[in-house]
């Protein structure tokens, strides 16, 4: 199936710093969607991208859905301890069933206060 | 307040044994979703179903089966041919239109010994 690869894997940062990760893909997608779970939690969506080259904001976060259509970054502005979690970048080919995501691995992010 | 709601949130079983993870939702979304979680990997696609009374295999189905009899509940029974059951398993939902998002719910963990 389908592989996105996500990085970086972990991040450890002190509050205040900027945060960018990003996901890539062999495939060409029609969507990228950014998730964060906290722990012992499901997913929760962040930010969807629908078109190449889109460039979103919620908040502090901005997230980009590249040109070519194979990749996207998420950046954090500003962090804070409650950004702690795992973020996760997912994508649909496309067809009826928008649910059928592909997820890559996650960043695990940890701030320090 | 709609969402999706797993039951029970932690379950411990004995090899061998089958066990059904439960899964409503009350949002009237069309479309249910299992997702398997392991450490360190993203989220793998087990079963879903985009109307009452139809399933469709996802890319981990060995060993699971589901059913679809109502709109609002899509169980997941985790068989005995299972190999690595042990894992956290998230139910998600979402409106079978064109960029709906999935929302998911806050997981069972599920322990075999």
């Known amino acids: 199936g389908q592989q996105l690869n996500q990085s970086p894997q972990s991040m450890f940062i002190q509050e205040g710093e900027d945060v960018s990760m990003n996901c890539t893909s062999s495939s060409i997608f029609n969507t990228w969607l950014w998730y964060k779970q906290e722990p012992g939690e499901g997913p929760v969506l962040l930010i969807a991208l629908y078109k190449a080259g889109e460039l979103t904001s919620n908040g502090r976060l901005t997230a980009q859905f590249g040109i070519t259509r194979k990749d996207s970054f998420l950046n954090i502005s500003a962090s804070i301890p409650s950004d702690v979690g795992i973020y996760f970048c997912a994508e649909n080919a496309g067809g009826t069933s928008y649910g059928k995501l592909t997820f890559g691995q996650g960043t695990i992010l940890t701030v320090h206060p | 307040d709609g969402g999706i709601t797993q039951s029970p949130k932690y379950l411990f079983r004995k090899e061998g044994q089958n066990v059904t993870l439960s899964c409503e939702q009350n949002l009237n979304h069309d479309a249910m979703y299992w997702y398997r979680q392991d450490p360190g990997q993203g989220l793998r696609l087990i079963y879903y179903?985009?109307?009452?009374?139809?399933?469709q295999k996802g890319d981990i189905a060995e060993g699971y089966s589901v059913s679809r009899e109502k709109k609002e509940s899509f169980p997941l029974t985790v068989t005995s041919a299972q190999k690595n059951p042990t894992a956290f398993y998230l139910c998600?939902?979402?409106?079978?239109?064109?960029?709906?998002?999935?929302?998911f719910g806050n997981g069972t963990r599920l322990t075999v010994t």
């Open positions: 179903s985009q109307i009452v009374n139809d399933f």
């Open positions: 998600a939902s979402s409106v079978s239109e064109s960029g709906s998002p999935l929302h």
